[in-house]
């Protein structure tokens, strides 16, 4: 018999199922779920069967957004033929707060990583040399995170695409080797937009 009651055992047991959560923090939401008022818990199933069912990814750069096309994507604005392309949705926000960029992106939901089993087709490639064609693109900013993987990826999409005429840079460096774009400070951030470079492999 555990030391909780079998329906507190079960909420622990889902909050930590969370990344970054261990079986003591788990415990300790589970706990302020069970002294806050009832509504608490309430707008939390609401807010978890919401997302579930709104969120999708946008069909032209595959972010998480509850409208399709997503706001950036539907933005003419934002049109201006620059396209940057980051790994995930949590880097597109990062580079968002930053204010340092106003074109659209391009997620490519992950990176090259053949010891994880993920391949070219696993990623949003196909779409982003698509897009290229459609988009009237002038300059693609390649804003992955600089990890081997991130490396690979960006090595790659340089090679895939030399000789279409485009401006390809890289944001600048600044952001430590093995960083995570959704961790770094806004101002490092907008540093390595402002002084982005060409690419070079």
């Known amino acids: 018999m555990g030391i909780y009651p079998p329906s507190l055992g079960r909420l622990i047991e889902q909050f930590s199922k969370f990344p970054g959560i261990g079986k003591k ?66 880097d597109q926000l990062a580079i968002e707060k930053s204010g340092a960029y106003k074109g659209r992106y391009h997620i490519l939901q992950g990176v090259l990583s053949p010891l994880d089993g993920i391949g070219i087709e696993d990623l949003r490639i196909s779409e982003l040399i698509s897009r290229l064609r459609k988009e009237n693109i002038k300059e693609l900013i390649l804003a992955i995170n600089p990890t081997v993987e991130g490396e690979a990826t960006v090595s790659y999409l340089a090679d895939l695409i030399k000789g279409k005429g485009l401006n390809v840079t890289r944001i600048a460096l600044g952001i430590p080797l093995g960083g995570d774009l959704k961790y770094i400070d806004s101002m490092t951030l907008k540093r390595s937009m402002d002084n982005r470079s060409s690419y070079s492999s």
């Open 25 to 90: 923090s788990a415990e300790r939401l589970a706990l302020y779920v069970l002294r806050s008022p009832k509504e608490l818990a309430e707008g939390l199933v609401q807010s978890l069967l919401e997302v579930k069912e709104k969120i999708k990814f946008c069909s032209v750069c595959f972010n998480l957004t509850d409208k399709n096309p997503c706001p950036i994507c539907s933005d003419q604005r934002r049109a201006n033929g620059i396209l940057c392309v980051v790994e995930g949705p949590g």
